[in-house]
Structure formats: C-alpha cells, structure tokens
C-alpha cells in the first residue's frame, strides 16, 4: 500500500511540475490567445475614386482632425501615387500599441502606417524589430495648455481667477472650491504622461510639484484620468468624468483649437517637460501595401502642402 501511495505521489508531483514549467512557456508560442485590447474610439476614412491601394493608419487621437486633412491633400496631389483609400483608426498612443501588439491584427497586416504621440511606443516597436527600414520619423511637435470650462459647476471655484496657471490646481494659498482636474492616464495617454512631468516640474511657469498631491488627495480636489487626450477635453467641455465634476484640464494647444466650450488658462513652458512633445511615424514591416505606405508617410513628411495641413491645425513642425 505504503509502495503504491508513494508512486501516486510521484506521478503527481511529476504532473505538477510539468504543468509549471509548460504553462509559462505557453504564454509565449504563437498561437496562444491573447487577451483583445480595447477598440480604438475612432474609426475615420478617406477615399478616391482613383484609388489603386488600400491603408489601415494607427494614430493618435490629437491627431483627428489634421490626417483627414492630409489623407485628401495626398490624394488630391497630381504628383503622388499610387492614390489610396484609408481606413483611420484613433486613440491614445497606448491603446494603439496594444492593438499592434495584438497577433490578430500583425497577422492581418494592421496597421500599415503609425502616427503616435510620443516615441516610447516608437521605440517599443523598433526594438522589437516591426518598423520597416528607415523609420520612425518625426512629422510633428506640439504644446501642452491647461485649459478650463467657460462657465464652471456651480458653486464655482473662488476667487474666479482661482485657476490661473498650472502651480494653483491646489486648494488653499487664498483658494478654495476647485474640484476635479482631468488629465490622460499616464500610462497610456501620452498627453497624460506630459502633464504628469509639467505638474511634477517646480520650474518657472510649471506645475510647483503638485502632481503627487493632486494624485493622492482625497476627491474632490484631485486628478482624474481619461483614457486619451480627446476624453480629458470632453470631460472640460462637459465639466465631468466618471461622475465627478472637472474644473480644469490639460490637453495640448492643437486639442484646445477645436473646442468652443473651453478658456485657455497656461501654456507650459517647454522646459516643465522632460521629454519633447513629438508625432513619430512610421511604416510597419507588416505591412502588405509597403509602396502606398511609404508614398504616404513620406509625404506628410516632406511635401509643403501636408506642412501646411500640420501648422494650419496648430501643429508645429519638428
């Protein structure tokens, strides 16, 4: 008995070693499923009817408005070839890693091109050997701005000049009621981890240090996070996220040009950052349109037209 008992024991500990060995290695073969990322929020295209290609562009959400616009400059320029119908999708820089990440999407060729907001998903992607020769390249810079609703919640934040710069997001020093400050999530949002390094600066014209406070701070006076730069405007506009009310943002000065319902309150500094607010692009080796990829992105690149697009949005040029 005591003979059949031990190789029962044995046969299970053989098994369970096994198991723990095989199931880590699991997680790493092709082929195992991964759990889906979320869905970019936007989905945009531009078409032609002379198109002869097809392209599925990542970029970042900041960036809605300007690639419809140099989508249909290229198409509408006599020099480039071949014309192409785009399929646009658009979110934080992190969400759209994740979805490159994604072995459906690498295994569909998706995307084509990437447009982000910041280079460490650029440099996530280089090193891991997907961005074809070349690339990235920097096609845009921007800045960050606090901005504020025209009119705030009910009971407003007082004095009314409360909010003035980025150093007075803090209740007291002569202020009191301002409640929730919306910014991205660091983590993802490109924009949100800019805001984190200008509220963490205790530069002229930056955030005093206040980041770590205004992150820990019990609500209402605190940070909230949105899952884009996009959201973080919304939630001024509407002076709410996730139920709480927002009497302050920060976005960057091309997000703050489309909205109506918003002051700008700050400009920060460039040197609040300790990284530069850049647009990388580039072209992915996954790609099955690697000519229509290159003529596109080369062309927000170097043509003066899509310059002009850029600039024209309040883009500046790197």
């Known amino acids: 008995m005591n003979k059949k008992r031990l190789i029962t024991w044995t046969a299970a500990a053989v098994t369970s070693l096994i198991i723990a060995i095989a199931l880590p290695l699991l997680t790493l ?15 945009t295209t531009v078409t032609s009817g002379s198109a002869t290609a097809n392209l599925k562009v990542y970029a970042a959400v900041s960036l809605l408005e300007v690639l419809t616009d140099l989508e249909k400059a290229y198409n509408n320029n006599g020099s480039t070839t071949p014309k192409i119908n785009f399929t646009n999708s658009l979110d ?6 994740q979805n490159i990440n994604y072995a459906p999407n690498e295994t569909a060729g998706i995307p084509d091109v990437f447009i982000s907001a910041a280079t460490s998903q650029m440099t996530s992607l280089q090193t891991a050997g997907k961005l074809a020769t070349g690339w990235p390249q ?16 009910s009971p407003a934040p007082t004095p009314s000049n409360a909010i003035s710069a980025f150093n007075t997001l803090l209740n007291g020093s002569g202020r009191s009621g301002i409640r929730g400050i919306a910014i991205g999530d660091p983590s993802i949002v490109p924009a949100g981890a800019y805001a984190q390094q200008v509220l963490t600066s ?20 605190k940070l909230f996070f949105a899952t884009n730069v996009r959201n973080v405007l919304s939630a001024v506009e509407t002076k709410t ?9 920060i976005v960057y000065s091309t997000d703050k040009q489309v909205s109506t319902l918003t002051t700008l309150v700050a400009t920060s500094p460039s040197s609040c950052l300790t990284t530069p607010i850049v647009y990388p692009e580039a072209v992915l080796t996954r790609s099955t349109s690697s000519t229509a990829a290159n003529s596109f992105a080369n062309f927000i690149r170097t043509n003066s037209t899509a310059q002009s697009a850029l600039t024209n949005r309040g883009f500046l040029l790197p």
């Open 29 to 43: 073969m092709p082929g195992v499923a991964q759990t889906a990322p979320p869905t970019p929020q936007y989905t």
């Open 92 to 97: 934080s820089s992190g969400i759209l890693l």
């Open 138 to 153: 920097n096609v845009a810079k921007n800045r960050l701005v606090l901005i504020k609703p025209n009119t705030p919640t």
């Open 202 to 221: 205790t530069g002229t014209g930056c955030g005093g240090g206040t980041y770590t406070t205004l992150l820990n701070n019990s609500a209402p006076n």
């Open 241 to 249: 996220l996730s139920s709480n009310v927002i009497d302050a943002g």
